[in-house]
T-cell receptor
């Protein structure tokens, strides 16, 4: 069973640029969630994708957007990067067939630094 | 609104000593509760979870947690800590409904002294 994978591992961008982060869900999982973890903080929910559509969103501006593909992999796109976007971005996958409160399995994260 | 509080930012224990990490939650319905562990530079690994039923749940690596509805708590315990347990521990509540998002606490950093 393949776990959740994310790429790239690290990324350095400058303010105003755009970035795309990628996630491959665990085998058999059809739902992907994205979280932002700032230094010294707990993860904050950005949004979730199910059946290639956004299915819930946290308190993040529209410049944070995403995609889910037919193979359930996902992308997180951030436009007009700001210094405060520097964080660890975590992807988590789950199986919607397990119902509410299902476990989310996390990838190793992408460390984004905005200069 | 849903929220999770982990009152202890940092805890130091001696190897072999017992451990209890505190977690309090605020949620309007029956919560789904989770404990995750994060080692430096790593993602989150699930230790255990509570859905319903027995309020004392067992997890991996010898951890257990007890759900106390009256105290809105879900404290994590381990009878004897190993040096490899040094890490960041996060408590989370899983929201029902659209998005099934998790609300995380700010974490407790555990240092283990030899």
């Amino acid at each position: 069973e393949t776990g959740v994978t994310q790429s790239p591992t690290h990324l350095i961008k400058t303010r105003g640029q755009q970035v795309t982060l990628r996630c491959s869900s665990q085998s058999g999982h059809n739902t992907v969630s994205w979280y932002q973890q700032a230094l010294g903080q707990g993860p904050q929910f950005i949004f979730q994708y199910y059946r290639e559509e956004e299915n819930g969103r946290g308190n993040f501006p529209p410049r944070f957007s995403g995609l889910q593909f037919p193979n359930y992999s996902s992308e997180l796109n951030v436009n007009a990067l700001e210094l405060d976007d520097s964080a660890l971005y975590l992807c988590a996958s789950s199986d919607s067939r397990q119902g509410p409160g299902r476990t989310q399995y996390f990838g190793p994260g992408t460390r984004l630094t905005v200069l | 609104a849903q929220s999770v509080t982990q009152p202890d930012i940092h805890i130091t224990v001696s190897e072999g000593a017992s451990l209890e990490l505190r977690c309090n939650y605020s949620y309007g319905a029956t919560p789904y509760l989770f404990w995750y562990v994060q080692s430096p530079g790593q993602g989150l690994q699930l230790l255990l979870k509570y859905f319903s039923g027995d309020t004392l749940v067992q997890g991996i690596k010898g951890f257990e947690a007890e759900f106390k509805r009256s105290q809105s708590s879900f404290n994590l315990r381990k009878p004897s800590v190993h040096w490899s347990d040094a890490a960041e521990y996060f408590c989370a509540v899983g929201a029902q409904g659209t998005g099934n998002q998790f609300y995380f606490g700010t974490g407790t950093s555990l240092t283990v002294i030899p």
